[in-house]
């Protein structure tokens, strides 16, 4: 079985601010990472990916998060954030069976609701 | 290319009625998930097809069910609705085993 918990469920930041969405996870398998984003009245939209390789990834808008093995994290960063960066965050991982396959089911956490202020 | 389309973004039922949500794929995306919001909740896995055989179940009643037709289309059934399915459903589907899930803008259901 599989959790994710995102420690912080709002997260207050100036505009121009950096911050950090944390995110664990519990597997007794190999797992792939994403965080989601999802506006106001839509769905989610895929930010960033982990599936295999360098465990440092980037999304095009600025954020980066760091697969991290030992600790079994997946944080999610943005050096200077904007308004428009104001969402809730999903952290989700899914299976991966001997054969390297992913699966369709994600497991969510709770979502961390980022609020810029100017 | 077209996104996820969910169909209709809106619906207002009553108690005891039964309601069949609409998906369709991203072209070429034979693999849909669905998913259900809730505040209380989250975001919970309800089922997943892939050439029309349902994949992977998630710990939901029987009332809800699923189909996926020959054109990748899929639709999700609630039958015998209760208060506690007033939710955000949300449908995505993925090009391959290793691709990520491309979500649609979901159909929120009101049950009254």
Known sequence: AQSVTQLDSQVPVFEEAPVELRCNYSSSVSVYLFWYVQYPNQGLQLLLKYLSGSTLVESINGFEAEFNKSQTSFHLRKPSVHISDTAEYFCAVSGDNAGGTSYGKLTFGQGTILTVHP | ?112
């Open chain 2, 1 to 112: 290319k077209a996104g996820v389309t969910q169909t209709p973004r809106y619906l207002i039922k009553t108690r005891g009625q039964q309601v069949t949500l609409s998906c369709s794929p991203i072209s070429g995306h034979r693999s849909v998930s669905w998913y259900q919001q809730t505040p209380g909740q989250g975001l919970q896995f309800l089922f997943e097809y892939f050439s029309e055989t349902q994949r992977n179940k998630g710990n939901f009643p029987g009332r809800f069910s699923g189909r996926q037709f020959s054109n990748s289309r899929s639709e999700m059934n609630v039958s015998t609705l209760e208060l506690g399915d007033s939710a955000l459903y949300l449908c995505a589907s993925r090009r391959a085993a290793q691709s990520p899930l491309h979500f649609g803008n979901g159909t929120r259901l009101t049950v009254t």
